[in-house]
């Protein structure tokens, strides 16, 4: 009935918007997940499709992608390379550091376990799992962003 109103009154409204029914409970941030339903209204053309949808939306043919990250057999040796540069990010725990200087290094860390998790799990990882540690990830590196390292270290040696 929502659809035929909406149809109705196309003039005013193009589509709904809902939110989906989706768990995203292990998502924390920003992600929007909604629904959109936009009616295909006349003209239609030769094979039945709505001329005013496919003059508003490009088309393209869905492409298969595969990503490196999900086969363990790719990612050996970053893998191992990533276990080594957290094992020396350990090591920094002998220095003494300021309290904002560790934090820094604690993000870095962090960034590396997801990582090294992300291949460890390789296609074995759950999806939902996956969105959640990309999300803990861009955080960390939201963080970093936000910092100048050399001013931290001036401000270090200054202490």
Request: with cysteine.
């Given at each position: 009935m929502l659809?035929?109103?909406?149809?109705?009154?196309?003039?005013?409204i193009q589509g709904i918007s809902y939110f989906t029914?989706?768990?995203?409970?292990?998502m924390q941030g920003?992600?929007?997940?909604?629904?959109?339903?936009?009616?295909a209204l006349k003209p239609y053309d030769i094979l039945g499709y709505?001329?005013?949808?496919?003059?508003?939306?490009n088309w393209t043919v869905p492409e298969y992608f595969e990503i490196p990250l999900f086969d363990s057999n790719?990612?050996?040796d970053d893998m191992k390379k990533l276990y080594n540069f957290i094992s020396e990010?350990?090591?920094?725990?002998?220095i003494v550091l300021s309290e904002v200087m560790r934090c820094y290094i604690d993000d870095i860390e962090r960034i590396c376990i997801c990582l090294?998790?992300?291949m460890l799990s390789g296609n074995n990882s759950d999806m939902q799992m996956t969105i959640h540690i990309l999300n803990l990830i861009n955080t960390c590196y939201r963080h970093l962003d936000s910092q100048s390292i050399d001013k931290l270290i001036e401000d270090g040696r200054k202490k």
């Open positions: 659809m035929q109103w909406v149809m109705r009154n196309n003039h005013e029914c989706v768990d995203i409970s292990m920003s992600y929007c997940a909604y629904n959109v339903v936009i009616p709505s001329q005013k949808l496919r003059d508003e939306f790719y990612n050996r990010i350990r090591n920094l725990n002998k090294y998790h992300l």
